[in-house]
Structures are given as C-alpha cells and as structure tokens.
C-alpha cells in the first residue's frame, strides 16, 4: 500500500477519533441541568454527524478516482505529458497551462467520453484549479457510471 494511502487511512483514523471524542463530549453536556449547556450538548452533535458525512463523500471519491485512474492507465489512456517541474515537485504553471487547452480541446469533441473528462481533470489539477479538477472529475465519475452497464 502506498504512503499516500496509508496517510488517508491515518488521517480518517484520527478524524474519526475526533468526532468519537466530541460526540462523548456532546452526550455529557446534554446531561447537563443547564438548558443553555444542554442546547450547546445538541448543537455539538451535529459536527460530528457532518463531520462523517463529509469523510465518508471524501473517501468515496478518493477510491473512485483511483479505481478511475487504475482503468484508464490499464487502457494506456494517462497522459504521459512530460511537463518541467519546480524542485518542489510542482508542476510549473505555464506548462501546464500550455498543455489544458488539448485537454479542453479534446473533452469538449468527446463530451460522453469518461476518460476525456479524467484527463481534463488531470489538466485542471495540473493548472491549480482545484475546484474545476474536482467538477470536471465528478463528470469522468458520472460518465463512467453512465456507460458501465448494471449486472
């Protein structure tokens, strides 16, 4: 298992025991006599139910990217873009911008194509445009779906 998934899997580790800690945490001031305590008791449960909420969609769409990826890279469809990086390891942005115009280029003739929009995604992430990656990832995602058929 790589160190990129074993830091995911520590990180959910210590999230989870967090909101095991504030959920007890909430339990005990809702005991409270206190109404005011007691309404704080029930605001704090709230945080961890949204808490796991928000791991649970985060760690489905991790593995699902990474099932996606694994596919696309058994067709031989990854990008094999050799694009200069910073000592850091950071992609440098003009190259990366020079390259996503094929990428958008390519999505947009192929609109029904998941491994088009996962190469967008790559493209977008390359750009550091986070919020795009993740939109046009939901579409590769979404577009997979679409096209698997149900057993």
Not at 57 to 78: I, K
């Amino acid at each position: 298992m790589s160190r990129a998934r074993w830091a995911v899997f520590g990180m959910a580790a210590l999230l989870g025991l967090y909101l095991v800690v504030v959920l007890g945490y909430a339990l005990r001031l809702i005991g409270d006599p206190l109404p005011i305590v007691q309404g704080i008791g029930w605001a704090l449960i709230v945080f961890p139910v949204l808490g796991f909420w928000a791991l649970v969609v985060e760690l489905r769409f991790g593995f699902r990217a990474e099932a996606l990826a694994r596919r696309l890279e058994a067709e031989g469809g990854l990008p094999d873009d050799e694009l200069p990086a910073r000592v850091s390891g950071r992609v440098e942005r003009e190259a990366a911008d020079a390259i996503f115009a094929r990428y958008a280029l390519e999505a947009q003739q192929h609109p029904e194509s998941w491994q088009h929009w996962f190469r967008l995604a790559l493209a977008y992430d390359a750009s550091r445009d986070r919020r795009r990656a993740r939109w046009a990832m939901r579409e590769a995602m979404r577009l997979e779906r679409a096209a698997t058929p149900t057993a």
